[in-house]
């Protein structure tokens, strides 16, 4: 069973930044790509950012060029550093792994941008 568990939310005043991690257990994590999602309230679950296997990587217009995801094969670790935050990043963000048909996500960790 695949265990993904997030940390590093909270909250910042916009400008801020933050890194969020997602660690993952119970599996081989190279196997997987991975993402990062959020949701804010009222809203649907949306992508944010999105690495692959091989490291390559893709994201959501709005976050284009303030985020940044990545990944450690060896502490099968995703990362997102945002940067410039905005009070709309305001969301439960989300980590998501990814083989095949198989979906795996994790509990998500909140993250607040306010003055």
């Known amino acids: 069973q695949v265990q993904l568990v997030e940390s590093g939310g909270g909250l910042v005043q916009p400008g801020g930044s933050l890194r969020l991690s997602c660690a993952a257990s119970?599996?081989?994590?190279?196997?997987?790509?991975m993402a990062w999602y959020r949701q804010a309230p009222g809203k649907q679950r949306e992508l944010v950012a999105h690495?692959?296997?091989?490291?390559?990587?893709n994201y959501a217009d709005s976050v284009k060029g303030r985020f940044t995801i990545s990944r450690d094969n060896a502490k099968n670790t995703v990362y997102l550093q945002m940067n410039s935050l905005k009070p709309e990043d305001t969301a439960v963000y989300y980590c998501?792994?990814?083989?095949?048909?198989?979906?795996?996500w994790g509990q998500g960790t909140q993250v607040t941008v306010s003055s």
């Open positions: 998501n792994a990814q083989r095949i048909t198989t979906n795996y």
């Open positions: 690495i692959t296997r091989g490291g390559s990587t």
């Open positions: 119970g599996t081989i994590f190279s196997l997987y790509a």
